[in-house]
């Protein structure tokens, strides 16, 4: 293989192994920037374990200082509404 069709190659990225199976774990992403404001919702990060959520959303969340940042699996969060009413969670 010459240097020009190292140059020229396509980087390969393997979905799978990327998203850490079969069944990557959805994350709720949490922060704020000082102790006095509230926790608010800045997004989400699609992760296959705890650690690397943590990794993914201080990487993809980054634009503020923020002193905290939670994630929170996406199947531990127990919504609540108004009876009758129903609310859909997005999942990338």
């Known amino acids: 293989m010459s240097g020009t069709d190292v140059v020229n190659r396509k980087k390969e990225i393997d979905k799978l192994r990327e998203r850490g199976g079969e069944t990557p774990r959805y994350y709720e992403v949490f922060a ?17 374990n705890d650690d690397l959520a943590q990794v993914r959303a201080w990487y993809v969340y980054d634009q503020h200082k923020w002193i ?7 199947d531990c969060i127990i919504t609540v509404t108004e009876n009758g009413r129903t609310t859909k969670i997005k999942m990338n």
């Open 32 to 48: 704020r920037v000082s102790s006095a404001d509230a926790l608010v919702h800045v997004g989400s990060v699609e992760a296959p």
């Open 68 to 74: 905290e940042m939670c994630v929170v699996p996406l």
